[in-house]
């Protein structure tokens, strides 16, 4: 009879077990514990790479900057000095990249004090940025010659002078040569690369040994960061008493030369430091790696085991060309001669 009793109460009391047990379980899942808070907005590291200086007609400006994707668009504006002056985007998506095409200086003075910030849209508090970017204005680049012009002589100095509007910042300063109809001929030298554009340069006159004669020539100033923004003088006149001239020798000995044999290169020259390096060309065109020699001492010549330098063709014709060590735009030039492969 006890034995009875106990086996249905066994029986009877395992399904209400499970039933407790599955009761708990269910309410336990139910809860599923606290939430999860939502993601808030962070906008960190906004950075433009390796650049931090531009021209308004550059291509873009890469900004960049650490996101975790909330909100989902930010708002991009530029600074200046620290304050918003223009919107460089709005809306655009908080993916961490944005190219900035139409760059400004939102109407504001060229400088180094520009900035970027990237704001979450509608999170006035959630934003980062950069600061100490450079922006110059170049749209309608222009310059305008301004020195009055009169026969030079090499030697002198003169004031060139000129007005810039909207340039980079600097300069460079060429001498042609005038043709017929006061067209610019070919380039004679450089006067200056790279000067401030603060509307003079003061210049020793130099016809960079063009012609000993009476000469004609022109300026041209251009902007080296900014296409098509340069200008042209009227042409004047440059004598120049002291041109240096250097002969060079040696080739016209033998026509044609095998690789080792010994040339010795004489020369002729005046008004020349004295000095010249000497460099292997073929027609007009430099043999890579063709140094020749470095301050050779004209009064000695110098002897040249002769050496194509890897370069020679059965149809090449060489020629050494000896520039003045203290005046590059003095160079002498030899007869042609070829070296056998």
């Keep these: 009879m006890h034995f009875q009793f106990s086996h249905r109460l066994k029986f009877v009391w395992l399904p209400l077990l499970a039933l407790a047990v599955g009761f708990g379980v269910g309410c336990g899942g139910d809860s599923g514990g606290d939430p999860k808070p939502e993601p808030t907005c962070a906008i960190s590291a906004v950075n433009t790479g390796l650049e931090d200086s531009w021209l308004t007609d550059d291509d873009d400006v890469s900004i960049r900057w650490t996101q975790n994707g909330v909100p989902s668009t930010v708002d991009i504006a530029l600074l200046k000095g620290g304050q918003p002056v223009a919107t460089i985007a709005t809306g655009t998506a908080n993916d961490g990249f944005f190219s900035w095409t139409q760059i400004s200086t939102g109407g ?5 004090d520009f900035g970027i910030r990237v704001t979450g849209a509608g999170v006035a508090s959630c934003s980062s940025e950069v600061n100490d970017l450079t922006i110059t204005d170049v749209n309608g680049c222009a310059i305008t010659f ?18 810039g509007f ?3 910042g600097s300069v460079d300063i060429e001498l042609w040569t005038s043709s017929f109809g006061n067209e610019l001929g070919r380039l004679v030298g450089t006067v200056a690369m790279g000067a401030v554009d603060n509307g003079s340069y003061n210049w020793t006159v130099d016809s960079f040994h063009n ?5 004609f ?10 296409p098509d923004c340069e200008t042209a003088s009227d042409q004047f006149a440059i004598i120049d008493d002291e041109i240096c001239e250097i002969g060079v020798f040696g080739p016209p000995t033998e026509p044609s030369w095998d690789n ?7 020369f002729t020259a005046s008004n020349s430091s004295g000095v010249v390096n000497l460099r292997l060309y073929a027609g007009n065109e430099w043999v890579p790696g063709g140094i020749i020699a470095d301050n050779v001492n004209l009064v000695d010549g110098y002897m040249w085991t002769v050496s194509d330098f890897g370069f020679t063709t059965s149809s090449t014709s060489y020629n050494i060309r000896a520039a003045d060590a203290a005046d590059g735009y003095c160079i002498g030039e030899s007869d042609r001669f070829t070296i056998n492969p």
């Design 217 to 226: 020539y022109r300026f041209v100033i251009r902007d080296p960061g900014v």
């Design 260 to 266: 080792g044999d010994q040339m010795l290169i004489t």
């Design 211 to 215: 012609s000993a004669d009476y000469a």
């Design 108 to 112: 504001q003075d060229n400088g180094s």
């Design 146 to 163: 301004t020195a009055a012009l009169d026969t030079m002589h090499a030697g002198d100095t003169f004031d060139i002078t000129w007005t």
């Design 166 to 168: 909207h340039t980079s």
